[in-house]
């Protein structure tokens, strides 16, 4: 049995967040499949010997599922074989209110009080414990919105937050500014403004883990930076690949995106470019590859076959077609060509 409920059922002392109304679930059944069916699959045991009453609003702004609930004494377990039959992977940032929330998984466990939070990822096993009247939200998010975040937000799984100072604060305030607004907010805006918060709750992840730090963002950052470069690589062939396309596609600025090369002590265009160019050199080595010089250019993001052999002989010293004939080893019946047409369609130009 489910029926509205107005806002005056939650204690004064937790207000309410979402402009939906709360829902009544009064039997275990309904409940356990209304959590199901608005987060994933789980399992619901109700603990205690108190009357068994819980309240759920959710809203949806942009890329973030928000929901807001008050629940009886109860333990909530995503096990191993719920977890496996996972479509799409998720993160849950669980936000404590009022009460307390324990979150538990990968053999690490968090009390959440008040104005806590942590996280927790809906493709692998997790528990949830909720003491009784325990108020808190759940913001939902696909996991490819926090793409670059992944290697911080893998190491942070079920460990406690404070929201009280720093960019937490921020990130709760900008939450709270998302629930206000966000309804008057265009779809496009929405999801922009929305992938921000969570990013802002991402990056605060780097200030308070292991006591926080410039050792702790740094973590941060190295992690960014090899997702990054790991879609530069698998993302060679792009011609339009660059600066500009790798903040939008990461959503960060491009001074941000800068500062993170800076470790390496070089551009992101410095970097794509002798990526392509380390790509195309081992390929000319391999008696196994039979493209051609333009070819393998045109195929490697590059769209003149004379300013690929320019940057090549800059970088190796030797032409692509010289390094071709002194570094691979020809394959018997087969020659060896120390020259290459790029396709005809392309136009002139020297290898």
């Known amino acids: 049995m489910s029926a509205p409920m107005p806002k005056s059922a939650v204690s004064a002392s937790a207000p309410t967040w ?49 929901s807001e609930l008050v629940t009886s004494a109860q333990r909530v377990r995503r096990t191993r074989v719920l977890a496996n039959r996972s479509e799409s992977a998720q993160y849950k940032f669980s936000v404590q209110i009022s009460g307390r929330t324990q979150i538990a998984q990968d053999g690490r466990s968090a009390l959440l009080d008040p104005g806590d939070w942590g996280i927790y990822d809906t493709s692998r096993p997790y528990e949830i414990s909720e003491e009784p009247d ?47 607004q966000g309804p008057a907010l265009e779809a496009e805006l929405a999801f922009e403004v929305s992938s921000t918060v969570m990013r802002l709750f991402a990056l605060s992840l780097g200030e308070h883990a292991d006591g ?46 800068y500062k993170l090369f800076a470790v390496r002590g070089l551009t992101p265009s410095d970097y794509i470019l002798g990526a392509r160019l380390e790509r195309c050199r081992d390929l000319l080595a391999d008696p196994a590859c039979t493209r051609q010089i333009g ?18 002989r800059r970088r190796f010293g030797l032409s692509p077609s010289e390094w071709r ?6 394959v018997p019946g087969r020659a060896v060509s120390d020259t290459a047409q790029a396709p005809a369609s392309a136009g002139a130009g020297s290898a």
Do not use: K
């Open 18 to 66: 979402l402009s939906a109304p709360l829902r009544r679930f009064d039997t275990h059944g309904s409940w356990a499949d209304t959590i199901s069916e608005h987060f994933v699959p789980l399992e619901v045991e109700p603990r205690g010997n108190g009357p068994f009453r819980n309240l759920a609003a959710n809203e949806t702004f942009g890329c973030l599922q928000v």
């Open 134 to 180: 325990a108020h808190f939200l759940v913001l939902q998010v696909p996991a490819h919105v926090l793409s670059v975040w992944e290697p911080c937000i893998q190491s942070q799984l079920a460990r406690r937050f404070g929201s009280g100072s720093g960019s937490a604060r921020v990130a709760m305030d900008a939450l709270r500014a998302l629930v206000s």
């Open 212 to 257: 926080g730090g410039v050792s702790s963002l740094e973590e941060v950052r190295h992690g960014q930076l090899r997702v990054i470069l790991r879609h530069v690589h698998e993302h060679l062939h792009d011609g339009g690949m660059n600066a500009d396309t790798l903040a939008r596609r990461f959503r960060m600025s491009r001074r941000y995106l």
């Open 295 to 312: 070819e393998l250019a045109y195929a490697h993001g590059f769209t003149d076959t004379s300013a690929f052999s320019h940057a090549f």
């Open 325 to 330: 004939v002194r570094h691979s080893r020809p």
